[in-house]
């Protein structure tokens, strides 16, 4: 039967079994069916059925009630989807008896209501579907209440059963049980995590359950009246009126402690916490309680990173990446290595966030003025409050300050330039080289309609110098920025363009993310090869382009770039004519970064 003969059938309802006493009404397109059940020997419900226009691909909802005057629910609430407007679940996605199907008639759902009604009366409902969204009775609420796991322990270890409920984050709806009661202890809190903050707090009562979610359930058979069910699990006799909260952790609450990197291994905080304020305690079902997640800040905050990369977290946490330019670039690029669990930034640049800057960078309108070193360090440390981040807001690139930068290179696993400047990125090659480090340079041109990404590793592909000298053969690969009629440089070196009276390079930040996200993939495949896996690219030069060029490049996308750039045999900076002199280079720069580690101790 196709939808046209359902939607004609719904209209005909007189086809449908007698003793019913069926009224619809419009509802729009929809339309709400009244009727009347007979089960068990002389029991009655109403009902009211909502059957969309989208019937049959949308199951339809019923509501039961008491009386025909249709003005009190009755409470089936173990078989609400959330409860979110007290319909029955009768039609599930189990596949089970009372799975909906879309071939089922009108005719099916009184049937199953019947089923529903019979099944209710002798206790003996068997679709448990309904744990999934709703596994205890009461009212579900939105807020969600976060449990470090160690309170969780604890708590149960020392058999505590008061708890404090501080409000969790700033103008949400989000709390944090914890055992922390006064203001010292939850100063010691907020020192570790900044991002908590703790207005009020509300005492809490909590029990332990020897028993699982589902025996809990069935223990019940029928009970909604709040202080019996409460007090067959308490071993002392309390008052509930003394507490705002209660909450029940069950025995299938397995908590780990170690690194949680599989799904198979995540368990949840089986736990909910009713809200007692103001409330009658007769029937739990119109109690509001919440959810209770335990919440590991070590691990929780990058359990899904590591389900990705779980054989490389060991060398993304330890690995220390410098990088050097904070703009639209390296701002986006540190927080996304953040966001992948590196941990250990040093960061490079001089300048302050600009209001022309806003569009592109991660910083905020509130952030202007700040220096981007601080701005990027602030918002990494609010992904991860165990990273060690060091800014630097002065220009390592004076001649005075080349020992530090030298210093930084040495004591870094992985240098990302981004500024685009050539004099920047032959002063990092000469370093990176001579300290046999690894460098990642990557820039956008003008627009953004191409970007450039490279890395160098010493001894075995081509350094900066040779690639900038290859691309200055080829117009077609471009040069670093390169020029225009449309662009002009100032006494200082600023890169200016018609049309736009502050220096640097147009482009959208849509374009310009492109670059920086594939950037980061490339840093992560990067440490794939060092750790003998096989990665995804396996090129070490990329060139994106956004739309076809002038050049006749019709791909779009990021292109890999191989035989057209060579090592130069007589580059002065990794030539293999300059090995024993590179060699020689290489003590001089220890000596004086020994130097200088001396005069900083």
Known sequence: MNRTQYLKLLNNLSTLKDGYNIKQISYGKNKI????????????KYAKIFISDEFPLIPPKVWLFDDIRLEKISDFQWTTHKNSDDSICLFTGSLSDNSWRYQDSIFKIFLKIEAFLTQCLS?????????????????????VV?????????????????????????NRPAFLLTLKKNKNDFDVIKEKYGWIINPYYQKAYIVFLNTNILDFRRNLKGEINFEKIVSEYLEE??????????AFFFKDSVISDELIIKTSQFNPLLSYLYDLKGKKFENINKIPHFKIIGFNPTYDLYQRTYGVLEKMIDSIEEKSLLIIGLGSMGSTIALELAKSGF???????????????????IGFLSDIGKHKVEIVREQIMQKNPYADVVPYPNDLFLNKNLPILAHLIKESDIIIDTTAVESVGMLINKFALELNKVAIYCYCYRNAILGRIFKVIPKRTPCYSCVQQSLMKDEGYFSSLGKNSSEDDDLN????????????????????NFVNLFVCKFIIETLKKELHQIPMLKADHYLWQNSPTKYGNEQVGFIPIGDEIQKDRNCKFCGSSLKLQNSGKHRKTEQKIQKLEKKLK
């Open 146 to 170: 976060f449990m470090f796991y160690e309170d969780f322990h604890e708590a149960k270890k020392n058999s505590e059963n008061e708890l404090f409920l501080y409000s969790f984050l700033d």
């Open 33 to 44: 069916i009244s009727a009347r059940f007979r089960y068990g020997e002389n029991d009655i």
């Open 493 to 512: 070196g600023n890169v200016y363009f018609e049309g736009y009276s502050e220096p640097g390079i147009p482009g959208i930040s849509i374009d310009i």
């Open 343 to 361: 941990r250990k930034f040093s960061l490079v640049d001089p300048d302050i966030l600009n209001p022309v800057n806003v569009c592109r960078h």
């Open 237 to 246: 006799n309390i008052n509930l009126s003394n507490y705002d909260y209660f």
């Open 123 to 143: 206790n003996t409902i068997s679709d448990d579907h309904s744990t999934i969204f709703y596994p205890v009775p009461g009212r579900p609420q939105d807020p």
